[in-house]
Nanobody, 123 residues
């Protein structure tokens, strides 16, 4: 499966963005999907994940209650609504696909990655 993330940008603290990830190739609904982020000089950090049918979602503590992950299998798309943004949310955000059924917070479980979209939050 090929993934392409979009929707990043420059936003003031407290603002919002909607990140999108478009998938092509093998059946999108066969994969759980995740969003990760990487800030300069830091490792790749789990943000959120969603199960194959969208019934279950998972969030990092740092983004819980501010970010919302969703998917529309008919459109081969996964989204990340990011609200109440903080300067520490500044990073490149990546979408990823996994055929595992657990450990969604571990980057090593994801075989497919998009190219990333930059989110910059100014104070």
């Amino acid at each position: 499966v090929q993934l392409q993330a979009s929707g990043g940008g420059l936003v003031q603290a407290g603002g919002s963005l909607r990140l999108s990830c478009a998938a092509s190739g093998r059946s999108f609904s066969a994969y759980a999907m995740g969003w990760f982020r990487q800030a300069p000089g830091k490792g790749r950090e789990f943000v959120a994940a969603i199960s194959r049918n969208g019934a279950n979602t998972y969030y990092a503590d740092s983004v819980k209650d501010r970010f919302t992950i969703s998917r529309v299998n008919a459109k081969n798309a996964v989204y990340l609504e990011v609200n109440s943004l903080k300067p520490e949310d500044t990073a490149v955000y990546y979408c990823a696909a996994t055929d595992y059924y657990s450990d969604y917070n571990r980057p090593a479980k994801y075989a497919y990655w998009g190219q990333g979209t930059q989110v910059t939050v100014s104070s």
